[in-house]
T-cell receptor, first 117, second 112 residues
């Protein structure tokens, strides 16, 4: 009964390949996110979807394309992988609530460690 | 635009000692402030949050944080460290939308 689950947990691939990471949440949340954590542990938001609609698209290369088939799923596809894409990618979700600050409370998956060789 | 600065990328304390992790924020509007903890090979978990009201916020595992508007700070404390507290701690700020900005993290080491 994992709340936010990502697959795969580890992904090792060659430069130039295309790969996808999947995320699912069973919390009934309306908003989902992708964050990238680099080797120094710095976390940066990449994308956010609210009810399947893209609402945040940070300065991310076009090689990264998120897709949300429904509000419980947010997948991340990466084309032409580069060495600099190596990082841990976290999916997260947040609820839509009346309590102040509810929307901003994030629930994280356990991460996907991507290694590009 | 909002930002978060965590002072000290590494903090080391002895078991039973006070834990103090420092966080300063910058925001043009009243912020929501958060502390998250990340254990090795896991995602982040919420420790506590400040929205409005009482400036001293209590969280899980005995942690608390105090919002000081005049100092733009939101430092995290715990009176007595346990070995299980060893982890990475992130301070974060949000100004009421969908974008949460995280600090660079502070790694807490607890010595026996």
């Amino acid at each position: 009964d994992t709340a936010v689950s990502q697959t795969p947990k580890y992904l090792v691939t060659q430069m130039g390949n295309d790969k996808s990471i999947k995320c699912e949440q069973n919390l009934g949340h309306d908003t989902m996110y992708w964050y990238k954590q680099d080797s120094k542990k710095f976390l940066k938001i990449m994308f956010s979807y609210n009810n399947k609609e893209l609402i945040i698209n940070e300065t991310v290369p076009n090689r990264f394309s998120p897709k949300s088939p429904d509000k419980a799923h947010l997948n991340l596809h990466i084309n032409s992988l580069e060495l600099g894409d190596s990082a841990v990618y976290f999916c997260a979700s947040s609820p839509l609530g009346r309590e102040e600050g509810t929307n901003e409370k994030l629930f994280f998956g356990s991460g996907t460690q991507l290694s590009v060789l | 635009a909002q930002s978060v600065t965590q002072l000290g990328s590494h903090v080391s304390v002895s078991e039973g000692a006070l834990v103090l992790l420092r966080c300063n924020y910058s925001s043009s509007v009243p912020p929501y402030l958060f502390w998250y903890v990340q254990y090795p090979n896991q995602g982040l978990q919420l420790l506590l949050k400040y929205t409005t009201g009482a400036t001293l916020v209590k969280g899980i595992n005995g942690f608390e944080a105090e919002f000081k508007k005049s100092e733009t700070s939101f430092h995290l404390t715990k009176p007595s460290a346990h070995m299980s507290d060893a982890a990475e701690y992130f301070c974060a700020v949000n100004t009421g939308g969908f974008k949460t900005i995280f600090g660079a993290g502070t790694r807490l080491f607890v010595k026996a």
